[in-house]
């Protein structure tokens, strides 16, 4: 699970199998963010949960969120090489102007 | 395909000096940011603008400061620079979405 100042966490599975990465955060969020960051690149939006949603979907990848427990999830289903990359969630409630980063999981899919 | 522009895309430098980065975003977007990620790949946070205006400030040493000239601009002046300061340096736009898009990043390397 990430959060805050703890380390960058690490996952690595084989292709095809299936990986959830955890998500708590602290202070109450109107929407939670998932973003992948590839090597030497600038990370990108993967899925954006709101707090009035509880599951979201966008092709191989599923995002919940639980707002009572404070925690949310990302899930990719049949991982492929190319899913390999650091992600991120973030949360926010400030309406879009301090949007704040986990710690961040680092993924890699292996053939 | 790149919409936010980042220049240099690295930089070395000796302590003390000063270093300005610019970063320019082409997706009319009202608000812009300036994180920092360090080595451990922690994004955090530094400034955001609307539409020139400052918006957010977090603690961040004075040495640092940003200009924007107008709303898809955004740069940052560092002055006297110290090692700490290394980092990858991203800055970003976000739509009325709240998808954020960001820059490829300027890797600072302090001496």
């Known amino acids: 699970s990430q959060w805050g100042e703890e380390n960058l966490q690490a996952l690595s599975i084989q292709e095809g199998e299936d990986v959830t990465m955890n998500c708590s955060y602290k202070?109450?969020?109107?929407?939670v963010h998932w973003y992948r960051q590839d090597s030497g690149r600038g990370p990108a939006l993967i899925i954006l949960?709101?707090?009035?949603?509880r599951e979201k979907r966008s092709g191989r990848l599923r995002a919940t969120l639980d707002t009572s427990s404070q925690s949310s999830s990302l899930s990719i289903t049949a991982a492929q090489c190319e899913d390999t990359a650091v992600y991120f969630c973030?949360?926010?409630?400030?309406?879009?102007?301090?949007?704040?980063f986990g710690s961040g999981t680092r993924l890699l899919v292996s053939p | 395909e790149t919409a936010v522009f980042q220049t240099p895309n690295y930089h070395v430098t000796q302590v003390g000096n000063e270093v300005s980065f610019n970063c320019k975003q082409t997706?009319?977007?009202?608000?812009m940011y300036w994180y920092k990620q360090d080595s451990k790949k922690l994004l955090k946070i530094m400034f955001s603008?609307?539409?020139?205006?400052?918006?957010v400030n977090e603690t961040v040493p004075r040495r640092f400061s940003p200009q924007s000239s107008d709303k898809a601009h955004l740069n940052l002046r560092i002055k006297s620079v110290e090692p700490e300061d290394s980092a990858v340096y991203l800055c970003?736009?976000?739509?009325?979405?709240?998808?954020?898009?960001f820059g490829p990043g300027t890797r600072l390397t302090v001496l």
């Open positions: 603008y609307n539409n020139k205006q400052l918006i």
């Open positions: 973030a949360t926010d409630r400030t309406g879009g102007y301090k949007v704040v």
């Open positions: 997706l009319g977007h009202d608000t």
């Open positions: 202070t109450y969020t109107t929407v």
């Open positions: 970003a736009s976000r739509d009325r979405g709240d998808e954020q898009y």
């Open positions: 949960i709101r707090s009035n949603e």
